[in-house]
């Protein structure tokens, strides 16, 4: 099977902030999840330089915008690098081969009869790179980003959206799961029910974007250059028959809906392309109540926490602070918590406790001894089937639950079978073998079934139980660890840290 997963690419008018991690921590779960399950899998993610606003900060630091542009791009590249994502291209909207794909792929909705001129007057949201009607905003301002748009006059290419308004409803008619969560679905399905107006996909005027092939006066708007991005770096990352990877699923947050479920088919359908997999619309990541923006003045740098904390505790952090696909508020000091709670104690602790009872009661080596009647083997064989049936469905919260309710029976289960009692007499011997060896078994599992959401964690559980660094999907079963020789104690997977005194 191939699994191709997208993130939006990025604005880049700013740095990247912890909203920006978000959506590339949880893309980067999903992407190593269906490679443990065997996939093919490819990720993709990258920057949209092409925007008004990118242009409009260069020129206020006196760059023109390929060097702005060219300056600013490390910190992004350095995002996914940072938060162990394992990408495998990172796409820039001025590379030569997407500029020369976007040109193909227009130029094929041009033959096909899509594309028209006129002059369009409207309002224009610099901050939203869109249109607005009247009736989107509020006391004349967008409401997203409370400014009052720009009255822009301009003779324009269009897109024949409005034509494309039955095949639409026939696509989202005809694949009930084309859009989750449902209400995502629904939302974007009525929008096209509602009727669909033909939108502009040029600029005149402005020089940076990538040329109307026909009419090299003008420039592509920036989404009709964006949005191809994910086709287009099939054309020309480096690796072998990239193309075989479309249709791709799309990860997006819920403010690009339109763009995405609407727009993006339709372009699709009109160059002669298949429309994407699937698109899943995540909500947003808000921090004490508030959206995270430059703007709103409460911006947190992902960089910042990932120095103090490390990289897993961040990615944990994301997903399980907000339940994926919602909107949420969350706190910082949540993520000192659960690195302390969770990660620390659950986690941390079962590793120290059982790593240093074999190597005191058992000198480190303990023969292989799995048993029918497990208790642990009951918690152990559903959680494989579990763990991947909500990770089908996006569902990247509701999973790591499950697995975290494996990490508590563990923790309950030493409790209950106290080792330390049953090492103080020699005729418990058996009793206390099995024990250990069931919680070495638990914790191999549970790192196998984490390894996608905090991958240097799961390596680690792994090493200090001497078992191999495999992580393929079929070691989440009961009963797979092999004799354990000669470990010792490990060291606290998660060493006490002091909370920063204000919210790093
Ligand atoms: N450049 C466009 C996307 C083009 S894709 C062909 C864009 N860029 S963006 O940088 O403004 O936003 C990119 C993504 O980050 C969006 O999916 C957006 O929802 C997401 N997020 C930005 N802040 C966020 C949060 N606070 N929480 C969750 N996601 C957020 O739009």
């Given at each position: 099977m191939r699994f191709y997963l997208t993130t939006p690419i990025y604005y880049v008018n700013d740095k990247p902030h912890i909203?920006?991690?978000?959506?590339?921590?949880?893309?980067?779960?999903?992407?190593?999840?269906?490679?443990?399950?065997?996939?093919?899998?490819?990720?993709?993610?990258?920057?949209?330089?092409?925007?008004?606003?990118?242009?409009?900060?260069?020129?206020?630091?006196?760059?023109?915008?390929?060097e702005y542009a060219d300056r600013i791009v490390g910190a992004w590249r350095e995002l996914p690098r940072?938060?162990?994502?394992?990408?495998?291209?990172?796409?820039?909207?001025?590379?030569?081969?997407?500029?020369?794909?976007?040109?193909?792929?227009?130029?094929?909705?041009?033959?096909?009869?899509?594309?028209?001129?006129?002059?369009y007057a409207g309002l224009y949201c610099v901050g939203?790179?869109?249109?607005?009607?009247?009736?989107?905003?509020?006391?004349?301002?967008?409401?997203?980003?409370?400014?009052?748009?720009?009255?822009?006059e301009e003779k324009n290419y269009f897109f024949r959206l409005s034509g494309y308004q039955d095949r639409l409803l026939e696509l989202f008619d005809?694949?009930?799961?084309?859009?989750?969560?449902?209400?995502?679905?629904?939302?974007?399905?009525?929008?096209?029910a509602g009727g669909l107006q033909d939108f502009s996909i040029s600029r005149a005027g402005q020089p940076w974007g990538v040329p109307i092939p026909w009419d090299p006066d003008q420039v592509a708007y920036v989404w009709a250059d964006a949005l191809v991005n994910y086709l287009s770096a099939l054309s020309y990352a480096p690796g072998d028959d990239l193309e075989a990877f479309w249709p791709a699923v799309h990860l997006l947050g819920k403010d690009i809906l339109r763009?995405?479920?609407?727009?993006?088919?339709?372009?699709?359908?009109?160059?002669?392309?298949?429309?994407?997999?699937?698109?899943?619309?995540?909500?947003?990541?808000?921090?004490?109540?508030?959206?995270?923006?430059?703007?709103?003045?409460?911006?947190?740098?992902?960089l910042d926490l990932l120095d103090l904390y490390g990289t897993d505790p961040l990615r944990f952090w994301c997903v399980r602070a907000v339940s994926f696909g919602q909107d949420g508020s969350a706190s910082l000091d949540g993520?000192?918590?659960?690195?302390?709670?969770?990660?620390?104690?659950?986690?941390?602790?079962?590793?120290?406790?059982?790593?240093?009872?074999?190597?005191?009661?058992?000198?480190?080596?303990?023969?292989?001894?799995?048993?029918?009647?497990?208790?642990?083997?009951?918690?152990?064989?559903?959680?494989?089937?579990?763990?991947?049936?909500?990770?089908?469905v996006f569902d990247l919260t509701g999973a790591l639950e499950r697995i975290w309710e494996v990490v508590r029976a563990l923790n309950r289960y030493v409790e209950t079978q106290a080792p330390w009692q049953l090492a103080k007499d020699d005729t418990n011997a058996d009793a206390l073998?099995?024990?250990?060896?069931?919680?070495?078994?638990?914790?191999?599992?549970?790192?196998?079934?984490l390894s996608a959401y905090?991958?240097?964690?799961?390596?680690?559980?792994?090493?200090?139980?001497?078992?191999?660094?495999?992580?393929?999907?079929?070691?989440?079963?009961?009963?797979?660890?092999?004799?354990?020789?000669?470990?010792?104690a490990a060291e606290p997977l998660f060493p006490r840290i002091d909370a920063p005194t204000a919210a790093a």
């Open positions: 909203g920006h991690a978000y959506t590339t921590i949880a893309a980067d779960v999903l992407t190593r999840h269906h490679r443990q399950r065997g996939d093919q899998t490819w990720l993709l993610t990258g920057v949209d330089e092409h925007a008004s606003k990118v242009a409009r900060v260069a020129t206020e630091q006196g760059l023109a915008p390929q940072r938060l162990n994502v394992s990408n495998d291209f990172f796409i820039r909207t001025s590379d030569e081969g997407h500029k020369r794909f976007v040109q193909s792929f227009l130029q094929r909705m041009y033959d096909n009869g899509d594309i028209y001129q006129d002059v939203c790179e869109a249109f607005k009607t009247e009736a989107e905003l509020v006391d004349g301002k967008c409401p997203e980003h409370d400014t009052v748009p720009e009255w822009i005809s694949r009930p799961d084309f859009v989750l969560p449902d209400f995502r679905f629904n939302e974007a399905r009525s929008f096209i763009f995405h479920c609407v727009y993006w088919p339709a372009m699709l359908l009109s160059a002669g392309y298949e429309v994407p997999k699937q698109l899943f619309v995540h909500g947003w990541l808000l921090l004490d109540d508030r959206k995270i923006s430059k703007s709103r003045g409460n911006v947190v740098d992902p993520v000192h918590e659960r690195y302390e709670r969770e990660l620390g104690n659950d986690l941390g602790n079962l590793l120290s406790r059982t790593t240093a009872m074999i190597a005191r009661y058992r000198d480190g080596s303990l023969a292989a001894s799995p048993s029918e009647s497990s208790p642990i083997k009951a918690e152990l064989d559903p959680l494989g089937a579990d763990v991947a049936a909500r990770i089908d073998d099995r024990t250990l060896y069931d919680l070495a078994d638990g914790l191999r599992v549970v790192a196998i079934a905090i991958p240097e964690t799961a390596e680690r559980i792994l090493e200090a139980l001497g078992q191999p660094l495999d992580v393929r999907w079929e070691g989440v079963a009961y009963g797979l660890t092999g004799d354990i020789e000669s470990i010792v």
